[in-house]
Structures are given as C-alpha cells and as structure tokens.
C-alpha cells in the first residue's frame, strides 16, 4: 500500500502546523488526537476563506470527490497557502458495504486510513448511544406511564440506529412478550449517518447548543395530539453527557502531513451531509484557507450546504466552490457500460456533458464562484480531456484538471491556482433559493424544478396532511433537505444524464426539529441501507500482525 512507505509524523507535529502546542490536544495513539473543548467553545468565525467541494451526479465508476479534497489541501499548502481540510467521518455501512473506505486514494489519502475507516476515536458510537438512549427513555416511559402518560405509543416518530447497514432492521417490532416487556408497537432502525443526533452534532456550536436541539428533537405526540419532544422526558441533558468528547473535531494528516479535521457523518442523499461547523470553524481560525466537502452533487450536499450549513449564520459563504467531474463518470452517464469505461469515447463524453452542464447550472445558481475539477484517471485519454475542457469553457465555467491521485500535490497545482484567482478576480454573488416563511410544498417545488430540473412534484394526500401538521405545530419557516437517490437528478436511480420533464415523487416527510429542517423523502430513498450482493466486508481480512487489507 502507498501509504506504508511514506513518513507519517507524529500528530503532535501536525498540531504544531496549525500553532496549537500538545496541551490544545488529546492524544487517541500516535497518527490522531481530538482538539479540546477549551480550545473550541469560544472561537469566532475566524478569518479564513472556505473553500466547498462538490460533483456531478456519481456512479460506480467513482468520482473521487474526497481524493480531491484531500490532493487540494496539500497542493494549496505546497504553494504556500496555510490550508486546512474539513471532512467527514467514514460510516462503518458504506465501510463494509458497496463503497468501501472514504480516506481518499493515492498519493491523496489522509492517515491513519485504517483507523478512520474503522471506529476512528468513536464519535459515530457515541452518537449511536445517544440517540438509543433517547430511544430507551421514550419506551421506558411507555412501560411506566400506559396510556395514561404524556406520549401515545402510536405516535412515536423516534426510531433505534446502528452504524451499519441491515435492510431486516428497517421494520421491527418491540416490547412482544408480556407486560414486562414493555409496550408493544411498529418501529424500525435507521443508519446512524442518518440519525437526528448525527445532524444536530454537526449543526451545534458548543456544548449549550448542542443541549438545547437535542432538547428540541420531536419524539412523537401526546393523547391529545399535542408535539412531545425530548426535553419533556428529561433525556437531552444525559444524551449531551454522551456526546462530551464527540463534539471535539479529530486532527489527522495527509501523506504530505498537512492537517485535516475529520468530524461527523451525515449522508448527503438522506442528511445534510456535511462536516462539523465546529470543525469548519475551527479550521479558519487556524488557516488562511479551509477545504471542505459536501456531499455527493450539486443536487444533494451542495444545495444543502447552502441552504442549511451556510443559511445557519455559523460560518460564512464559502469564497469558491470545486466541481468534481471525471471522464469516466460522462461516459456513464452518456451510456456507456461500466466494463467499457477505459476505452476512448468522445460521442460518450459529449452526450454525459448534459449531466455535468445541470450541475454547472446549478452553481452559478449559487451565485459562488467556482471552479470544475477534472479528476484525471489514468485511463483517460488526452482527446477525452480536451473535450471535456473544451464543453465547460462554452459553459463559460472555469476548469483545470486535477491529478492528485498520481502526483500528489504536484498535480494539483494548477487546479488550486485557478481557485486561487477565481476567489480573487470572480465576484461573489451569493443567494437563498427561497424565503423561510414560505410553505413546505412550495419550497419544496422550488428546489425540485430549480435544482433537480423537475416539470412537477407529487404526493398522496397523506403526506400533504402530514406536511400540513409540521407547520400548525410552528416548524413550517425551517429549510428543507430533500432525501433522495444521489445517482440522479430525479428521484429515479435509472435516470441517468440530465432527465427533463419528470415528475419528483414525494412519499414521506418528518421534522427534524432539534436539527432544524423538515426532511422530505423522495422515490425510494431508504434510511437504512441494505449490503449488495457481494459486500465489501467479503474482502476485508486482517493477517498475524494486525495489518487491515481490502478497505479501499
């Protein structure tokens, strides 16, 4: 691997980059350390410029958004730009599933891979114990209290998670087996990436915020049909106690040894998919400049991003934007089957452009400037990357190709300096999509028909109904983070290219109250995964020296 040959430094050297001394940090071994709370309650928004990553629509044959982050952050370093990268913390459901590790590839990696991967410092636990204890008082409650209680058992909106992905967990029912048991009712498990809590840790500013929105998360109804919510049973001050150390940003580093911040976990298709503001805000008290990630496209986490990280007033509007694209990535959406993606296509190339131009469309929607990312593949050819060049400048759209898998930094020199000069010469334009106190269904036709480039939207009166209860309880005015496939604009997985004249099918929706939005589920978007047919888990072995292979 890589990695193995390359000097790894100990992180106490990382911090020392960023002018934070060993008593700013607490060790988890040699390669990562949590910085401390004291040093994070109290910080501004700092005065470094954000830098946000995003893509086109992704397929199978991988997109490398992160490498990119990652090569990014050590090429704007090797040019002399104090930078530092913010990314998410791998869940273990894509880990063992069909993606496979999230630390980046090549010489654009961050360290120690094996552990991030792989429990990391144990945020994404905590976050799973937190969220079940809120799930134990609630049927803790339920046993105590009957019918005669605060909450109706047939109201419960709050499930159980696990940081793994099981379809046969999706639907469940607990408390069978005698009064002793508890109260018998339908619930279910979601991923923990798509937990509530896992949302609010990421929206949180300190440990007092953090406290209040877990107080604020919706758990269900009383008799009268009146919201309960968390604080009303006591449970958000001892689900803080849980989160104490998860709410400190971990510190790791490049194979260049330049820093990174990995914290939290949200997915993009069914969250709002982003790192920490902790962390973000961290990073540009610490740097000239930070890079984050959003996750999958334009359509998913970088929308959300916008409209919820950015709309929350804890960090500001990022300076440039990176769009990710790959030559193999057009060509599947131009038709191409997976098998034959190493072959040159240019009628391929053209024909998936329609994919990529949606997407440029939606960021100059954005009004931030931005630059599209070609991350080159070794298997392209010079003539596919010409096309590619050549199709964006009619876009009018800044480009530059990005090899940071093979070249490390070197390759990404000329991709930073383009970011470098359209954060210096392009005019920062920024807009919200919508007002706040706009109706559910009317915000959510505005991102379906601006965003996705749907003719319509549709749902079943029942969820009309349950839409229309969210706003007479007081949370119609919060942002909303649609919960779709990322594999395309549509909420069909098969709808490859840039589908027109479809119509966005909503089928459920639930408030996120503590979090803040009103999460809208569209086709058949699931908040628990199930693994494929052949697993990643299949080829993860470890030998006699606990060495880890098959996590990338």
């Known amino acids: 691997m890589i990695d193995k040959n390359l000097s790894i430094k100990p992180i106490e050297e990382i911090a020392e980059k960023l002018g934070l001394t060993i008593n700013y940090i607490e060790k988890h071994g040699e390669l990562k350390a949590k910085i401390k709370y004291d040093k994070i309650k109290n910080i501004d928004k700092g005065k470094g410029k954000l830098i946000m990553v995003t893509a086109m629509s992704p397929t199978p044959a991988g997109e490398g958004k992160t490498t990119t982050t990652i090569g990014l952050v050590d090429a704007l370093n090797k040019i002399g730009k104090k930078t530092i990268g913010t990314l998410r913390e791998p869940s273990l459901g894509p880990v063992f599933g069909m993606k496979g590790g999230a630390t980046g590839g090549g010489l654009a990696q961050i ?3 094996d552990e991030i991967n792989l429990h990391f410092t144990g945020d994404i636990h905590a976050i799973t114990s937190a969220h079940n204890l809120l799930s134990a008082m609630i049927d803790n409650r339920l ?28 639907e469940i029912v607990v408390g069978i087996g005698g009064p002793l048991r508890g109260i018998a009712r ?10 509530e809590v896992m949302a609010i840790l990421c929206l949180a500013k300190d440990i007092p915020d953090l406290k209040e929105k877990l107080g604020n998360i919706l758990i269900g109804y009383s008799p009268d049909n009146k919201p309960v919510f968390a604080k009303n049973i006591n449970a958000n001050n001892a689900m803080t106690a849980l989160l104490k150390d998860a709410i400190k940003p971990n510190l790791v580093q490049t194979l260049e040894n330049n820093p990174v911040l990995v914290h939290g976990g949200p997915f993009a298709n069914i969250a709002h998919g982003t790192n920490s503001i902790v962390a973000t805000r961290l990073g540009l008290n610490l740097a000239d400049l930070v890079v984050t990630e959003s996750g999958f496209g334009s359509d998913l986490g970088a929308v959300k991003y916008f409209d919820i990280v950015v709309r929350s007033g804890e960090i500001p509007v990022p300076s440039c934007c990176i769009l990710v694209a790959t ?17 040159e296509n240019i009628e391929a190339v053209e024909k998936g452009f329609e994919n990529l131009s949606k997407h440029i469309d939606n960021m100059k929607k954005f009004g931030t400037p931005f630059v599209v990312a070609i991350n080159k593949f070794a298997s392209d050819t010079e003539r596919e990357i010409a096309k590619v060049i050549e199709l964006c400048k009619k876009e009018n759209a800044r480009v530059a190709v990005n090899n940071t898998f093979a070249e490390g930094s070197q390759g990404g020199i000329d991709l930073a300096n383009e970011i470098l000069s359209a954060i210096e010469k392009d005019k ?14 009317e915000k959510i036709n505005i991102l379906a028909k601006q965003f996705f480039g749907a003719k319509d939207v549709a749902m079943e009166g029942k969820i009309e109904r349950k839409i229309k209860k969210i706003e007479n309880i007081g949370f119609g ?15 069909d997985d098969k709808a490859l290219g840039c589908p027109k004249d ?21 086709g058949d978007i699931m908040t628990m995964p199930g693994l494929p047919k052949i697993p990643s888990a299949e080829r993860i072995d470890i030998d006699e020296n606990c060495e880890i292979t098959g996590l990338t």
Not at 145 to 165: A, E, F, P, Y
Not at 186 to 195: K, L, N, W
Not at 428 to 441: G, S
Not at 502 to 522: E, K, M, P, Q, R
């Open 428 to 441: 920062n334009k920024h807009q919200t999509f919508y007002e706040l106190d706009l109706p559910i269904i």
């Open 143 to 170: 046993h105590f209290d009957s019918s005669c209680g605060m909450l109706d058992s047939r109201s419960i909106t709050w499930k159980r998670v696990i940081d793994m992905g099981d379809r046969v967990l999706r």
């Open 477 to 491: 005015n919060v942002p909303i983070c649609i919960a779709k496939t990322q594999y395309s604009l549509s909420s």
């Open 111 to 113: 360290m120690p891979s």
């Open 502 to 522: 479809f119509t966005l099918i909503v089928n459920n929706a639930s408030l996120s109250s503590g979090a803040g939005f009103v999460v809208v589920y569209c």
């Open 327 to 343: 030559v193999r990535s057009l060509k599947y959406h131009g038709g191409v089957k997976l098998d034959t993606l190493n072959v």
């Open 186 to 195: 339908e619930t279910g498990f979601d991923i923990t990436a798509a937990s």
